[in-house]
């Protein structure tokens, strides 16, 4: 079991690790969109600025309670282990908050992505760029590069998931024999 258990703690760093590079990006983004909502000139482009911007720190602060809680766990769980089917929860959980976290950063980003192109449309009178920016730009980016993340992770958590299964599996054919 403490084989198991070595190999979950190392888990639990990598996510803390992947979690934290995902706060430093909001972070970035979440100033990045301050300077712009301050300077812009264009009122009519503050709305959508304001929802991206909302929507950065509401994810930086969502990953950062979420590191703290690992933290935590973390510390709990290197000094006392949890039961085996605790180690597998947590795999769950972390499934769900991943695909919940996902869903907010998406559907934040579209929807200031829209009210965007509404505001630049409104201002410029320009079709062409406010389709761009309200429609191909969060899909393209969506099915570039967000999509592709949120199933790399969901999937390392399965794999990793199923090795400490095995791991766990072979503890307790271990200590039966």
């Given at each position: 079991m403490q084989a198991a258990l070595d190999r979950f703690l190392s888990f639990m760093a990598i996510a803390r690790t992947r979690n934290a590079k995902q706060m430093r990006f909001a972070g970035f983004m979440a100033a990045l969109i301050a300077?712009?909502?301050?300077?812009?000139?264009?009122?009519?482009?503050?709305?959508?600025?304001?929802?991206?911007?909302?929507?950065?720190?509401?994810?930086?602060?969502?990953?950062?309670?979420?590191?703290?809680?690992?933290?935590?766990?973390?510390?709990?769980?290197?000094?006392?282990a949890p039961p085996a089917a605790g180690l597998l929860v947590w795999f769950d959980r972390e499934k769900a908050f991943a695909t919940r976290l996902a869903l907010f950063e998406n559907g934040s980003r579209a929807i200031g992505m829209i009210v965007l192109a509404y505001g630049f449309w409104k201002t410029t009178g320009n079709v062409p760029v406010a389709?761009?920016?309200?429609?191909?730009?969060?899909?393209?980016?969506?099915?570039?590069?967000?999509?592709?993340?949120?199933?790399?992770?969901?999937?390392?958590l399965r794999d990793w998931k199923n090795e400490i299964q095995e791991l766990?599996?072979?503890?307790?054919?271990?200590?039966?024999?």
């Open positions: 300077v712009l909502l301050w300077q812009t000139r264009w009122l009519a482009l503050q709305p959508g600025l304001g929802i991206l911007f909302i929507g950065q720190l509401g994810a930086l602060f969502v990953l950062l309670y979420r590191n703290a809680t690992r933290s935590r766990d973390f510390a709990r769980w290197k000094t006392a389709l761009v920016i309200g429609i191909v730009y969060p899909l393209s980016v969506y099915f570039g590069m967000v999509r592709k993340k949120n199933q790399s992770t969901i999937r390392d766990i599996i072979s503890a307790s054919i271990a200590d039966a024999g």
